[in-house]
């Protein structure tokens, strides 16, 4: 069980927007401790697609963005492309297990 | 621009001591800017952060492999290296090699491709 919580699938038709929740508690997130997002295409070694200020590496598109509140966090993708078909992990640390955490990772679908 | 490569076994035997390197070209590790970090991610599961090093030698495990993980570095050849001794099967998963800023809660910002590693009888 991850320490921060990612549904495990999410899916949505091409030009749609969907949302990937990361629900934490009061020793990371909750802490105020910054969430990053990572894209996992298949076969791939994870990218950072967004940082905890929403800044993204070139040659990530603007149709990515996240926000966190409380202790949780969400990335929002719009326009939905057939290539955002992978997995994707929020990332963040927590203080009462003393490392950086990852949630469980959520495979999005585009229909 | 920065690129990590893992390098090390395919296989090994339980108990046997896995160890990785990874070289890091277009940056420094012997600069004060970056960790430098082991993650790994079991087959069809999520992402596990190891460890880091920083560039004067000290290094961070998770402390669930504390006692078997080692960090260490080569700054001659702008590597760093991961130990973990006593495998099982349980440490059968892709290593990746990343990097991050050196700040609180930093983010990987470059990853190596990765490197899968066997352990089995």
Redesign the interface.
Known sequence: Q?VLAQPPSVSGAPGQKITISCTGSSSNIGAG??V?W?QQLPG?????LI??FNNR?AGVPDRFSGRSSGASASLAITGLQAEDEADY?C???DSR?????????TRLTVL | QVQLQEAGPGLLRPSQTLSLTCTVSGDSISSSGHYWNWIRQRPGKGLEWMGYIFYIGNAYYNPSLKNRLLISLDNSRNQFSLNLTYVTAADTAVYFCARSPNRQTPEFDSWGQGTLVVVSS
């Open positions: 991850s401790y910054d990053h990572y791939a070694a994870p990218k950072l940082d905890a590496p992990y990332q963040s640390y297990l003393s490392v950086m955490v990852f949630g469980g990772g």
